[in-house]
């Protein structure tokens, strides 16, 4: 028996006697094979359009960081709800002190002490004033308050020096949101100023999108996790680590589930494991090499395919398809193809299942540092270094654009997109870039 995603347990296929049929013949060509050598606004498309509607759940406000809110959020009260004093100082009547100079003090009578969470009982009259202190709510009668640097106080009477229009140096109620006002909209990503206005707008629990549950599975015979033993011809395990980090930092409630091996049997033993997943993604394998099982063993599993080879550099050899409600990626084994073609397909994918009003990945414009020459046919994803310190954003491409080359995706902070039918870009020229990383 071996644990399966999401806790259950199943008979291991790996000892299984019983084999899954391969798909029959009465499947249409079209269906069983998906579309073949789509291009990369395409293949984003049918990914975004493959993602189901989204699930609420409720959690703490103090774990809400880093969540997607599952609804429109309204205000049910004023916020703040009383108008407040926003300096230490006298609540009056603006009119009564119109005539106050620095020279000429107007005299007003204290009626009492108002500190920050009391409400005065009094009412300010004619020639009168609260003493207030900065939070503590405006009394009837006062509309200013008059900070106390400007008066000055003898016994139960103030001096005041200086003259104040009305709502002068107060908070009004309703004056941050006013009450049936938008507080958030449903697909904000709670930060902490977005945590700060749900606490203030009264929520203990925040209704969230349920995390995506993400599996994350490693192919290669070559392949060894770091802390293992490593012999002659094998290399460390970048990619599961890598992916898993993407997946978290995408929202996703991701698991990784090892490597399998390129045999049918290890394939089918984690494919099994991982059936309890939204989103399956797997590194390795895709390609058109002798002990590239992972499409056929995905189709042997169950998974339709929706597009195999998407015209982007890196990246090519990406395959998606779809097991019921469950999106399958079968990203190249290449260090650098792997993580650009999860931001290309699987952050989206993510972020649309989490009810995001624009799933990224997130782009903007920079201006280029130097020349670029390129073979056209493919949309070209450029690792870029920015510079920000300049009046302008500029960004120079990575020395290094090999697929193996991870270091290229750890020195540089975006990507250059270059459109498939372009072949040179000129320094000095605007160019569409996209956050590796967040913005
Ligand atoms: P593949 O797509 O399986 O043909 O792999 C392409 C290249 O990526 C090969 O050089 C692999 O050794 C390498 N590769 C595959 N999987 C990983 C991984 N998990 N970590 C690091 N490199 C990998
Ligand atoms: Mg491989």
Redesign the pocket.
């Known amino acids: 028996m071996i644990d399966t995603f999401d806790g259950a347990k199943i008979r291991s296929l790996n000892r299984s006697k019983k084999r899954r049929s391969v798909p029959t013949p009465s499947i249409p060509r079209a269906l069983d094979r998906g579309v073949e050598w789509v291009g990369y606004e395409e293949a984003r498309g049918l990914v975004l359009s493959s993602v189901k509607t989204r699930q609420p759940e409720s959690v703490p406000l103090a774990e809400a960081l880093g969540r997607t809110l599952a609804r429109d959020i309204k205000a049910h009260e004023n916020i703040p709800p009383f108008t407040k004093a926003t300096m230490d100082g006298y609540a009056v009547r603006a009119e009564d002190i119109r005539a106050a100079r620095k020279d000429a003090a107007v005299e007003l009578e204290v009626l009492e002490d108002l500190p920050a969470g009391r409400v005065s009982r009094k009412s300010v009259g004619r020639g009168q004033a609260v003493r207030i202190m900065t939070g503590a709510p405006l009394p009837k009668g006062a509309d200013a308050v008059v900070m106390v640097e400007d008066t000055e106080k003898s016994g139960s009477r103030v001096k005041v020096r200086r003259t104040v229009r009305p709502a002068d140096n107060t908070g009004q109620a309703g004056e941050d949101l006013k009450k049936g006002e938008l507080v958030l909209e449903q697909g904000a990503v709670i930060g902490p100023a977005e945590t700060g206005l749900l606490a203030a707008a009264g929520l203990a629990r925040v209704p969230v999108v349920r995390r995506p549950k993400l599996a994350v599975i490693?192919?290669?015979d070559?392949?060894v996790e770091p802390g293992e033993r490593k012999s002659a011809g094998q290399?460390?395990?970048?990619?599961?680590p890598a992916l898993l980090a993407m997946a978290l930092r995408a929202g996703a409630d991701a698991k990784y589930l090892g490597?399998a091996r390129d045999r049918s049997s290890s394939l089918r033993a984690k494919l099994a494991r991982a059936k309890g997943a939204d989103i399956l993604v797997l590194?390795?394998?895709?390609?058109v090499?002798d002990y590239?099982l992972v499409r056929d063993e995905l189709r042997t599993a169950g998974v339709k395919p929706v597009f195999w080879q998407v015209r982007i550099k890196p990246g090519k050899?990406v395959f998606f398809g779809r097991r019921g409600g469950q999106l399958v990626f079968g990203l190249?084994?290449?260090?650098t193809s792997?993580m650009v073609t999860f931001l290309l397909f699987v952050q989206p994918a993510i972020e649309r299942l989490l009810g995001r009003k624009k799933p990224g990945p997130k782009g903007g414009r920079a201006v280029l540092a130097e020349d670029v020459v390129l073979k056209p046919g493919r949309t070209q994803f450029l690792r870029g270094v920015l510079d920000a310190e300049g009046p302008v954003l500029t960004v120079a491409p990575y020395p290094d654009q090999k697929s193996?080359v991870l270091r290229s995706m750890a020195r540089s902070r975006v990507l250059i997109v270059v459109p498939a039918d372009v072949s040179r870009l000129e320094k000095g020229r605007d160019v569409e870039i996209l956050y590796i990383d967040g913005a």
């Open positions: 490693a192919t290669g070559e392949i290399i460390r395990n970048s990619n599961g490597i590194s390795g394998g895709v390609s090499g590239d050899p190249p084994g290449n260090p792997a193996g």
